[in-house]
Structures are given as structure tokens and as C-alpha cells.
């Protein structure tokens, strides 16, 4: 993965600053593995740096799932809270069933979130996760994280967001519904899915 993952907060009902950054931002052209490779031979310590980075994907196409001719494959979201088991989504399934398991959080408790993912056939570059969360229909949160670039790899790679405190207080608990969306500078859409979490007073109630 190149470069430490970003992670940007849009405040509720406010996305016009965030639309001129993107109408700026023009991604870099894309390039196969063998562009990446051929470029700048002459520098070793480059050279030595792309080798690394590509890794198995030297050697030749790595395809993971062969009947699946996505690039990206996210395969699982976990809710990662310390000394506690995770609180994991299958999402290779059918996305809708996703509705029906709802995560119990206590309030005020620090969690991460990681993703789970294949990258085969190509490199892909300027990886993103974005979550909007909603309560009664409303937004009230917004998340982008700059995930990064990623080699096509035989193994599953992951991506684990900055750590987050969840809403405390006897008007933050309740249902909440997660919008999330796995894209990348191209604007690719990945995979888009949503799921739902309560936050209670304890794990347990």
C-alpha cells in the first residue's frame, strides 16, 4: 500500500467543499503492471521499490477467483472493538440479508472498522471507503478514508480505519443505518452495501 491512509469527516448536510475537491482532482491515468514495470529502469532504487511493491504480480497474472472478473473483491467488514470478539458481515453473499444482523455497541466504547479484501488481475490505485450513517432517515455522519494503492495478491489484504468513539448519552442510543461504499480514484464502484447498528448502554441489556 503506498502513502499512510487519510481519513476526512464531512459534517452533516455540507458536502459543497468536498464536491470542489473533487471536481479538482484529476486521478493519474491507470497503468497495467507491465506500464509500472517497464518505467524508469535505469533508477535501481525505483526499480528495487516497484519490485516490492508488485510483488507477486511479477511473476505474472495473479487471479483469485477466476469466474469473478472483478479487480476488487471485498470480502468481509469487521467492527473491531479492544478485548472483545469482532462483529463481522459477510459480504460476498446476498447484500440484503445484511439488513436482518444488527451490531450492539455500547456507548462511548473506542471501535475500528476493518475491510477484507482480494486484489487480482491488475494493481488498483487510490482505494476509498466512504460511510455515511443515518438515524431515523437523517444523515448525521460522514467518512471518507484515503485506503490507499494495492498489487494483486494471492491472500486477503485488509484496510482498518482510524479508531472512532461511538455516540454516548441517553439521546445517542438507538438504530442507526450505515451506508458504505468501497471505491477508488476512478471512481469505481467495488462494492456498495448497507448495514445497520444499535447503540445500548451496555453490550448487554
Not at 533508477?43 to 479487480?71: C, F, M, W
Request: proline fraction near 6%.
Amino acid at each position: 500500500m503506498s502513502g499512510e491512509p487519510e481519513v476526512a469527516r464531512t459534517p452533516e448536510g455540507d458536502e459543497t467543499e468536498e464536491e470542489e475537491i473533487k471536481s479538482s482532482y484529476k486521478p493519474p491515468p491507470e497503468k497495467t503492471i507491465e506500464e509500472i514495470l517497464a518505467a524508469d529502469q535505469e533508477d535501481e532504487s525505483l526499480r528495487k521499490y516497484k519490485e516490492a511493491l508488485l510483488g507477486q504480480a511479477q511473476a505474472g497474472t495473479v487471479i483469485v477467483e477466476p469466474n469473478d472478473p472483478r479487480k476488487v473483491i471485498v470480502k468481509k467488514l469487521a467492527l473491531c472493538v479492544a478485548e472483545r470478539d469482532d462483529l463481522e458481515l459477510d459480504l460476498t453473499g446476498d447484500l440484503t440479508d445484511l439488513k436482518k444482523q444488527v451490531f450492539v455497541i455500547k456507548e462511548g466504547v473506542q471501535y475500528r472498522i476493518r475491510i477484507d479484501f482480494i486484489v487480482q488481475r491488475e494493481i488498483v490505485h487510490g482505494l476509498k471507503y466512504v460511510q455515511k450513517t443515518y438515524r431515523l432517515g437523517v444523515p448525521v455522519d460522514k467518512m471518507t478514508h484515503m485506503v490507499g494503492s494495492y498489487p494483486p495478491k494471492t491472500e486477503i489484504q485488509s484496510y482498518t480505519t482510524p479508531p472512532e468513539d461511538a455516540p454516548s448519552g441517553m439521546m445517542a442510543r438507538g438504530s442507526y443505518t450505515v451506508n458504505s461504499l468501497f471505491t477508488d480514484d476512478d471512481k469505481n464502484i467495488h462494492l456498495q452495501w448497507e448495514w445497520s447498528f444499535e447503540i445500548k448502554k451496555d453490550w448487554k441489556e
